[in-house]
């Protein structure tokens, strides 16, 4: 290309407010977009000699990586000693590329532009993260997310409902893959899932907090009880740092919770932890200023000047289900949880019952031929195997069957599963049953 043209576009930092570690799992996180300064911006430049770095975030971007050099300013994701915050550079980079490259202006942010920023920065991670922060870089404000298998489920939420907060950071050393990495190594163990599940429902009832409150001007019963959601964390946070091994709550970290006033103030770590960024909220502005004073005397940390950032983009976001189709899908629901349920118990019984008949005929054959139970055992292996993979076709004529039920009546499998989503303790077999 003959002529130089220049592009330019931005993509937030973020907070990740609640949510850490178990939105791999399934569970609503609540992150918020940073402004003013917290911003990654993007200079475009087509018609000059592109480099490594501009070719591989255009290949995971899908654009011409011939037709852009990509030049990043992360200077605002760096303090004056050059210490990098933990505050989604590398989310705040892909959507500043590819804001870059579409030149769509004002129109950037569909969902098109969403899903393919989160494809293109999980793969940078190697298949690691849940997106929320790529979704909060690109969309701004305040955002719910939920982890689907296919697709984010995404609600903007309204800054107000959020009480006075600063971000704190302090120069602990915070490589989030290291405890995703050391989270990942202990999915198998019951202690790892039962802190998960804890986490979930930690998450879903704050969630389900501040979406009843939406609209309400918060008073002081709605701010002590934000603070006491927000505390709520702490002993969670400390099993699982116990389970995965790796320090998520700093000596800092404690000593700065410890100078926190009960009641009037709450703190908690932002993302995986390790010290690096801290949330602190306060029943006033004043109580927060205050106290942000007092720790930046007696600690190593410091306060950034940031606040959550406004919206952009206009990604076809989940708005709250309404009466009347909650009221529609109900018996689609109620349908699908009983057919799921019948489908996992009688898979079940008939795997038991497998295994059950092949310890038997083993047992008996033992003492005749070791050959004939070596195949024996093979066959029990393969026959449950086999019962693994029906179970995993009925779950798809199931699916089908109910997508074409629900489009006779004008309704998206999308819905079902927001509405499954939001009913997880009514419908939990059929919740399961799709996020498999």
Same mark, same amino acid.
């Given at each position: 290309?003959?002529?130089?043209?220049?592009?330019?576009?931005?993509?937030?930092?973020?907070?990740l407010?609640?949510?850490?570690?178990?939105?791999?799992?399934?569970?609503?996180?609540?992150?918020?977009?940073?402004?003013?300064?917290?911003?990654?911006?993007?200079? #475009?430049?087509?018609?000059?000699?592109?480099?490594?770095?501009?070719?591989?975030?255009?290949?995971?971007?899908?654009?011409?990586?011939?037709?852009?050099?990509?030049?990043?300013?992360?200077?605002?994701?760096?303090?004056?000693?050059?210490?990098?915050?933990?505050?989604?550079?590398?989310?705040?980079?892909?959507?500043?590329?590819?804001?870059?490259?579409?030149?769509?202006?004002?129109?950037f942010?569909?969902?098109? %532009?969403? *899903?393919?920023?989160?494809?293109?920065? !999980?793969?940078?991670?190697?298949?690691?993260?849940?997106?929320?922060?790529?979704?909060?870089?690109?969309?701004?404000?305040?955002?719910?997310?939920?982890?689907?298998? %296919?697709?984010?489920?995404?609600?903007?939420?309204?800054?107000?409902?959020?009480?006075? +907060?600063?971000?704190?950071?302090?120069?602990?050393?915070?490589?989030?893959?290291?405890?995703?990495?050391?989270?990942?190594?202990?999915?198998?163990?019951?202690?790892?899932?039962?802190?998960?599940?804890? *986490?979930?429902?930690?998450?879903?009832? +704050?969630?389900?907090?501040?979406?009843?409150?939406?609209g309400?001007?918060?008073?002081?019963?709605?701010? !002590?009880?934000?603070?006491?959601?927000?505390?709520g964390y702490?002993?969670?946070?400390?099993?699982?740092?116990?389970?995965?091994?790796?320090?998520?709550?700093?000596?800092?970290?404690?000593?700065?919770?410890?100078?926190?006033?009960?009641?009037?103030?709450?703190?908690?770590?932002?993302?995986?932890?390790?010290?690096?960024?801290?949330?602190?909220f306060?029943?006033?502005?004043?109580? *927060?200023?205050?106290?942000?004073?007092?720790?930046?005397?007696?600690?190593?940390?410091?306060?950034?000047?940031?606040s959550?950032?406004?919206? !952009?983009?206009?990604?076809?976001l989940?708005?709250?289900?309404?009466?009347?189709?909650?009221?529609?899908?109900?018996?689609?629901?109620?349908?699908?949880?009983?057919?799921?349920?019948?489908?996992?118990?009688?898979?079940?019984? #008939?795997?038991?019952?497998?295994?059950?008949?092949?310890?038997?005929?083993?047992?008996?054959?033992?003492?005749?031929?070791?050959?004939?139970?070596?195949?024996?055992?093979?066959?029990?292996?393969?026959?449950?195997?086999?019962?693994?993979?029906?179970?995993?076709?009925?779950?798809?004529?199931?699916?089908?069957?109910?997508?074409?039920?629900?489009?006779?009546?004008?309704?998206?499998?999308?819905?079902?599963? !927001?509405?499954?989503?939001?009913?997880?303790?009514?419908?939990?077999?059929?919740?399961? *049953?799709?996020?498999?």
């Amino acid at each position: 290309m003959d002529v130089r043209e220049e592009r330019r576009g931005f993509g937030y930092a973020k907070a990740l407010i609640f949510g850490e570690y178990a939105v791999l799992h399934g569970s609503p996180c609540l992150v918020a977009a940073l402004s003013p300064q917290m911003q990654a911006h993007c200079r #475009c430049v087509r018609g000059e000699a592109t480099d490594p770095q501009s070719e591989h975030i255009a290949s995971l971007l899908g654009v011409s990586a011939e037709a852009c050099h990509f030049e990043f300013d992360h200077s605002a994701f760096y303090d004056a000693s050059g210490h990098k915050l933990g505050i989604g550079s590398s989310a705040a980079m892909f959507v500043a590329a590819l804001d870059a490259a579409s030149d769509k202006g004002d129109a950037f942010g569909d969902m098109s %532009d969403l *899903l393919t920023a989160v494809a293109a920065h !999980r793969a940078f991670q190697h298949g690691l993260g849940s997106g929320a922060d790529v979704i909060a870089s690109m969309l701004g404000g305040l955002v719910l997310v939920e982890h689907c298998p %296919d697709a984010p489920s995404i609600q903007r939420v309204s800054a107000q409902s959020l009480l006075p +907060f600063a971000v704190l950071a302090s120069h602990d050393a915070a490589p989030t893959a290291a405890f995703v990495e050391a989270a990942k190594a202990q999915e198998k163990k019951a202690s790892y899932r039962g802190i998960i599940k804890k *986490l979930t429902e930690q998450n879903r009832a +704050f969630a389900h907090f501040i979406l009843s409150n939406a609209g309400k001007m918060p008073d002081d019963g709605y701010r !002590r009880a934000f603070l006491a959601q927000i505390d709520g964390y702490y002993p969670l946070l400390m099993r699982l740092q116990n389970a995965i091994g790796r320090t998520i709550l700093t000596e800092t970290f404690e000593t700065v919770r410890k100078l926190a006033p009960k009641g009037r103030v709450a703190v908690k770590t932002s993302g995986a932890g390790g010290g690096d960024i801290m949330l602190v909220f306060a029943m006033t502005q004043d109580e *927060l200023d205050a106290f942000c004073r007092e720790v930046e005397a007696k600690c190593p940390v410091h306060r950034l000047d940031v606040s959550v950032a406004k919206t !952009r983009g206009n990604a076809a976001l989940d708005d709250p289900i309404s009466e009347t189709l909650n009221a529609q899908l109900r018996p689609f629901a109620d349908a699908f949880e009983a057919q799921a349920a019948r489908s996992v118990i009688m898979t079940t019984l #008939c795997a038991c019952l497998v295994l059950a008949l092949g310890v038997f005929i083993v047992l008996i054959c033992w003492s005749f031929s070791t050959q004939a139970c070596l195949l024996i055992c093979g066959c029990v292996i393969f026959a449950f195997l086999m019962g693994k993979a029906g179970l995993h076709i009925q779950r798809k004529h199931h699916i089908d069957a109910m997508t074409a039920l629900l489009a006779h009546d004008g309704i998206t499998f999308w819905d079902m599963k !927001r509405y499954l989503h939001a009913n997880v303790q009514t419908y939990p077999v059929a919740f399961s *049953l799709i996020r498999q």
